[in-house]
């Protein structure tokens, strides 16, 4: 496997000019407050969905017609896109200057409109067996059958509203914009929160009223990003030009993403169809659990992922290696210190988390603690996903696919395997303990081929100081959750002001443990915090 160079270019030769590197820190509290607030409202969708509709056969039927979809969508949005189109874009105005940047988002653009076409309307056609294909065990069932078809044939045009914000995404992020794109699915959530609250009466079958608050928000979320492009970017044109070598180098990297995708997406399939096999309802408490964990580590990883992709691109379009693996370390070092502790607050104070969030209307108290438990086994998850999230980014930005395609069937290899054996003692809770397995097996795999890739100057030693440190500083943290875990009456839920009391309180004093405890060790990030608020406090 070869190298990368390690060599700085030499000053007779300057590497080509790309576009403005982008403020790292600036990019990634932008990111962050952006998807901290849509995922808050995602929670808050999740919250109103399950209190609608309980766990049962609605419930399942309508978090199926919604996966079918967001499985989709992976192969024409999301990371693929961005993470095809940011370098893309970077070598073209390295190259050839704004015309060119701007004529590359043009064809771009209407090659992705034309996809989407193709690929909406033949999931529309192709409802029936997209389904059987997700819960075929639910052949037996053919009006629960016939509703789930129904349902995902109305949220199909969803994966094109959701590709059409990726690509505004890619040349948002671009010229150093984050904050409208990553609060944008949050307008998603608010059409279904409306829905689950409002309208629901409106309809014979109340779980319609969701299909079409989602298809709202989705196309309202398309429109909140017209501002803020033609501020930073100008108008997007759509042009038409298959023989242009940028845009077929563009397809080239799509077609190994979509084949990346296919491994995720086989991966999410084997693990519906495991879900959808075990007792009613488990689905539903399968999707919930992964949602919180969601919340958890999505604010971070996605934030820092953002902010890294556009600066390590810059760096291997200019050969600046040494910026490259400090712009890496940075990341990596920021992402331990926050979600860490995450981690650990869904392993120690998950029986909280899921009452407080959960535990209204139909949702009981069964449910909660089958929530609960499938939560615990998923907190090594949430370490595993968001590292994996950050160093695809590495490898967009390397536009090294090929490795992405091993790990990524390695992984469904890994995650079907175990999720296999434990489901038939452990249920719910095996399909969560598979999917941490897995995806911390692929972790740790994408390290070690990183390392082989850069060699020392990958600088991963100089990490296990720094993530030592903070994982010491995560002991008296963790303490403290599981003491306040014990003071609540959970089974109440948010109607007791008690628990409100003790919740609140077991956040607060325990993120004080943990800040404490990260200064006296001598965590870089805590120290950075302080010296910053001196420095203020001195003006």
Same mark, same amino acid.
């Given at each position: 496997?070869?190298?990368?160079?390690?060599?700085?270019?030499?000053?007779?030769?300057?590497?080509?000019?790309?576009?403005?590197?982008?403020?790292?820190?600036?990019?990634?509290?932008?990111?962050?407050?952006?998807?901290?607030?849509?995922?808050?409202?995602?929670?808050?969708?999740?919250? @109103?969905?399950?209190?609608?509709?309980?766990?049962?056969?609605?419930?399942?039927?309508? *978090?199926?017609?919604?996966?079918?979809? *967001?499985? !989709?969508?992976?192969?024409?949005?999301?990371?693929?896109?961005? =993470?095809? /189109?940011?370098?893309?874009?970077?070598?073209? &105005?390295?190259?050839?200057?704004?015309?060119?940047? &701007?004529?590359?988002?043009?064809?771009?653009? =209407?090659?992705?409109?034309?996809?989407?076409?193709?690929?909406?309307?033949?999931?529309?056609?192709?409802?029936?067996?997209?389904?059987?294909?997700?819960?075929?065990?639910?052949?037996?069932?053919?009006?629960?059958?016939? +509703?789930?078809? $129904?349902?995902?044939?109305? /949220?199909?045009?969803?994966?094109?509203?959701?590709?059409?914000? @990726?690509?505004? &995404?890619?040349?948002?992020?671009?010229?150093?914009?984050?904050?409208?794109?990553?609060?944008?699915?949050?307008?998603?959530?608010?059409?279904?929160?409306?829905?689950?609250?409002? !309208?629901?009466?409106?309809?014979?079958?109340?779980?319609?009223?969701?299909?079409?608050?989602?298809?709202?928000?989705?196309?309202?979320?398309?429109?909140?990003?017209?501002?803020?492009?033609?501020?930073?970017?100008?108008?997007?044109?759509?042009?038409?030009?298959?023989?242009?070598?940028?845009?077929?180098?563009?397809?080239?990297? /799509? $077609?190994?993403?979509?084949?990346?995708?296919?491994?995720?997406?086989?991966?999410?399939?084997?693990?519906? +169809?495991?879900? #959808?096999?075990?007792? %009613?309802?488990?689905?539903?408490?399968?999707? *919930? $659990?992964?949602?919180?964990?969601?919340?958890?580590?999505?604010?971070?990883?996605?934030?820092?992922?953002?902010?890294?992709?556009?600066?390590?691109?810059?760096?291997?379009? #200019?050969?600046?290696?040494?910026?490259?693996?400090?712009?890496?370390?940075?990341?990596?070092?920021?992402?331990?210190?926050?979600?860490?502790?995450?981690?650990?607050?869904?392993?120690?104070?998950?029986?909280?988390?899921?009452?407080?969030? !959960?535990?209204?209307?139909?949702?009981?108290?069964?449910?909660?603690?089958?929530?609960?438990?499938?939560?615990?086994?998923?907190?090594?998850?949430?370490?595993?996903?968001?590292?994996?999230?950050?160093?695809?980014?590495?490898?967009?930005?390397?536009?090294?696919?090929?490795?992405?395609?091993?790990?990524?069937?390695?992984?469904?290899?890994?995650?079907?395997?175990?999720?296999? #054996?434990?489901?038939? !003692? /452990?249920?719910?809770?095996?399909?969560?303990?598979?999917?941490?397995?897995?995806?911390?097996?692929?972790?740790?795999?994408?390290?070690?081929?990183?390392?082989?890739?850069?060699?020392?100057?990958?600088?991963? =030693?100089?990490?296990?100081?720094?993530?030592?440190?903070?994982?010491?500083?995560?002991?008296?943290?963790?303490?403290?959750?599981?003491?306040?875990?014990?003071?609540?009456?959970?089974?109440?839920?948010?109607?007791?002001?008690? *628990?409100?009391?003790?919740?609140?309180?077991?956040?607060?004093?325990?993120?004080?443990?943990?800040?404490?405890?990260?200064?006296?060790?001598?965590?870089?990030?805590?120290?950075?915090?302080?010296?910053?608020?001196?420095? %203020?406090?001195?003006?």
């Amino acid at each position: 496997m070869s190298s990368l160079p390690v060599t700085e270019p030499p000053a007779e030769s300057p590497a080509p000019a790309a576009g403005p590197r982008v403020h790292f820190v600036r990019a990634f509290l932008s990111s962050a407050l952006a998807t901290g607030l849509s995922r808050v409202l995602g929670a808050a969708r999740e919250v @109103s969905v399950a209190a609608f509709l309980g766990v049962g056969e609605a419930s399942d039927a309508f *978090n199926l017609a919604w996966t079918i979809p *967001n499985a !989709f969508r992976r192969f024409v949005a999301d990371e693929g896109l961005t =993470g095809a /189109m940011i370098p893309a874009l970077a070598r073209a &105005e390295a190259e050839g200057g704004k015309e060119e940047l &701007e004529r590359l988002g043009a064809t771009t653009f =209407g090659a992705l409109l034309l996809a989407n076409v193709v690929l909406v309307g033949a999931g529309v056609i192709g409802a029936p067996w997209l389904v059987l294909l997700f819960a075929p065990t639910w052949r037996e069932d053919p009006e629960h059958l016939a +509703q789930a078809v $129904s349902m995902t044939r109305l /949220m199909f045009p969803f994966v094109g509203m959701v590709s059409i914000v @990726s690509f505004y &995404e890619g040349l948002l992020n671009y010229r150093g914009h984050f904050f409208v794109p990553k609060f944008a699915p949050a307008v998603i959530s608010m059409g279904v929160i409306s829905a689950a609250l409002f !309208f629901g009466d409106f309809f014979a079958e109340p779980v319609y009223a969701l299909v079409w608050g989602t298809l709202i928000g989705a196309a309202l979320h398309v429109l909140i990003h017209l501002i803020p492009l033609g501020l930073y970017w100008g108008r997007v044109g759509i042009g038409w030009d298959p023989s242009s070598p940028r845009l077929r180098a563009i397809a080239v990297e /799509m $077609s190994k993403v979509i084949a990346i995708g296919l491994f995720a997406q086989v991966n999410l399939l084997v693990l519906q +169809q495991l879900a #959808t096999s075990l007792p %009613r309802g488990s689905l539903t408490i399968y999707r *919930n $659990s992964t949602q919180l964990t969601d919340l958890a580590q999505g604010i971070v990883a996605v934030a820092i992922g953002s902010a890294l992709l556009p600066n390590i691109s810059v760096s291997v379009s #200019t050969k600046d290696w040494g910026r490259f693996r400090a712009e890496l370390a940075r990341a990596l070092r920021l992402a331990a210190f926050l979600l860490i502790p995450a981690a650990v607050v869904l392993f120690a104070f998950g029986t909280p988390v899921t009452a407080m969030l !959960f535990r209204l209307g139909k949702y009981t108290w069964d449910d909660v603690q089958r929530t609960a438990d499938a939560l615990k086994y998923l907190s090594p998850f949430v370490l595993g996903v968001a590292g994996t999230n950050i160093l695809k980014k590495v490898y967009f930005a390397l536009e090294d696919r090929g490795t992405l395609l091993k790990v990524g069937a390695f992984g469904v290899a890994l995650t079907g395997g175990i999720g296999w #054996t434990l489901i038939g !003692f /452990m249920e719910v809770r095996g399909l969560a303990l598979a999917l941490s397995i897995s995806t911390v097996l692929q972790l740790s795999a994408y390290l070690f081929l990183l390392w082989r890739r850069l060699g020392a100057d990958l600088g991963l =030693g100089a990490l296990a100081g720094p993530m030592s440190r903070i994982a010491l500083a995560t002991v008296p943290f963790g303490l403290a959750l599981a003491l306040f875990a014990g003071l609540g009456d959970w089974e109440r839920g948010p109607e007791s002001v008690e *628990n409100w009391v003790v919740a609140g309180g077991g956040f607060a004093v325990s993120a004080l443990v943990y800040a404490v405890a990260a200064w006296l060790v001598g965590v870089q990030e805590v120290s950075a915090v302080i010296g910053l608020v001196r420095r %203020r406090l001195g003006r």
